[in-house]
């Protein structure tokens, strides 16, 4: 499709399959782009969720691909199946209902620092762009396809809105589809900023006032109106019979 944006109408009209779909693009040009790696749950309020499939790629699904799960991972509506990590989605859905989107990948700098089991600092702005609590979650006991290490993990990061998990990749939580782009770009820009500075042998400290970080910490992510709907547009450039 052709859109043209105006100053009242930045984006098309997204329906929620289309707009997981387009955040799966947008963040594998981010780096959250681990072949097959990676699920995006939406909350319907109903019992169920939207989600990626499994055997797809962020960069391939379209939004015909999307399926529709309840909340013990059986699929409700769709061709493909459920991602072998799903149970992480599950349990955290479970344990907070509040969480309208969730995301998990293991892109290359969020993952560096989970690795390392560290929260690196957030040196400037965009680093913290998407507010929220991040927390390192440290308590890697198998892979996320057991509900019992997933119920750990969810467990460990509390209320927090975005985690490393040791040994494994990232989490981030949101109200909406773009606080979730936003908070996701955020962070693997803090990650990659923050790595290239330890390599430079640059200062351990944020240069940022600690009334900066509060202001930014308190944010919903989705305040930054034209970010997600910029990174929206992108895509429909690159792919424009994207939405069809």
């Known amino acids: 499709m052709t859109f043209t944006p105006t100053a009242d109408r930045l984006i098309p009209d997204l329906t929620p399959a289309q707009q997981i779909v387009v955040l799966a693009r947008t963040l594998w040009r981010e780096g959250y782009n681990d072949h097959l790696a990676g699920h995006?749950?939406?909350?319907l309020g109903d019992g169920t969720l939207l989600c990626n499939p499994w055997l797809l790629t962020w960069q391939e699904i379209r939004p015909q691909?999307?399926?529709r799960i309840d909340l013990e991972g059986r699929v409700v509506e769709g061709d493909w199946p459920v991602p072998l990590g799903i149970p992480l989605h599950l349990e955290l859905h479970k344990a907070r209902p509040d969480v309208q989107v969730a995301l998990h990948s293991h892109p290359r700098f969020g993952t560096v620092w989970a690795d390392m089991g560290e929260v690196p600092p957030g040196y400037d702005q965009s680093s913290v762009l998407g507010g929220g609590d991040l927390v390192l979650v440290?308590?890697?006991?198998?892979?996320?396809?057991?509900?019992?290490?997933?119920?750990?993990?969810?467990?460990?990061?509390?209320?927090?809105?975005?985690?490393?998990?040791?040994?494994?990749?990232v989490f981030v939580v949101a109200t909406t589809v773009r606080a979730a782009h936003q908070r996701a770009v955020a962070l693997e820009t803090r990650c990659r900023n923050a790595w290239m500075v330890r390599a430079a042998d640059g200062r351990?400290?944020?240069?940022?006032?600690?009334?900066w970080l509060d202001r930014s910490r308190r944010s919903d992510g989705d305040g930054f109106i034209g970010f997600w709907e910029a990174s929206v547009r992108e895509e429909l450039r690159a792919d424009p019979g994207l939405l069809d």
């Open 204 to 211: 351990r400290t944020t240069p940022l006032p600690d009334s």
């Open 40 to 43: 995006i749950t939406v909350n």
């Open 138 to 169: 440290d308590e890697y006991g198998g892979a996320v396809n057991n509900a019992e290490s997933a119920r750990d993990a969810v467990k460990a990061m509390g209320d927090a809105d975005l985690a490393l998990l040791a040994g494994h990749g």
């Open 65 to 67: 691909d999307i399926i």
